[in-house]
């Protein structure tokens, strides 16, 4: 059975940062380009990173310079460092790999 379960959402405050994990398993993802998405309330799901099997990795224009996707196929799991963060990146944030999602995790960015 494959999983997805993310973990380390939390309430921050503007400027501060976070790491975000997703822990992977039921089938061989290090064969998976794998990516972090974000849904804020009354907005469509964006994706924020994306990060291939080789390394190469992509981010949306509003969080580049800002977040950092990496991955650890031997443990099986996928991270997100997110510095600097904003008001703006309030959101629930989902782990993606082909078709499958994780539950998510909150993230809010608050003063």
């Known amino acids: 059975q494959v999983q997805l379960v993310e973990s380390g959402g939390a309430l921050v405050h503007p400027g501060g940062s976070l790491t975000l994990s997703c822990a992977l398993s039921?089938?061989?993802?290090?064969?998976?380009?794998m990516s972090w998405h974000r849904q804020a309330p009354g907005k469509e799901r964006e994706q924020v990173a994306l990060?291939?099997?080789?390394?190469?990795?992509q981010y949306a224009e509003s969080v580049a310079g800002r977040f950092t996707i990496s991955r650890d196929d031997y443990s099986g799991r996928l991270y997100l460092q997110m510095n600097n963060m904003e008001v703006d990146d309030t959101a629930m944030y989902y782990c993606?790999?082909?078709?499958?999602w994780g539950q998510g995790t909150q993230v809010t960015v608050s003063s």
């Open positions: 039921g089938t061989d993802f290090s064969i998976y380009a």
């Open positions: 990060i291939y099997r080789n390394g190469v990795t």
């Open positions: 993606h790999v082909v078709n499958w």
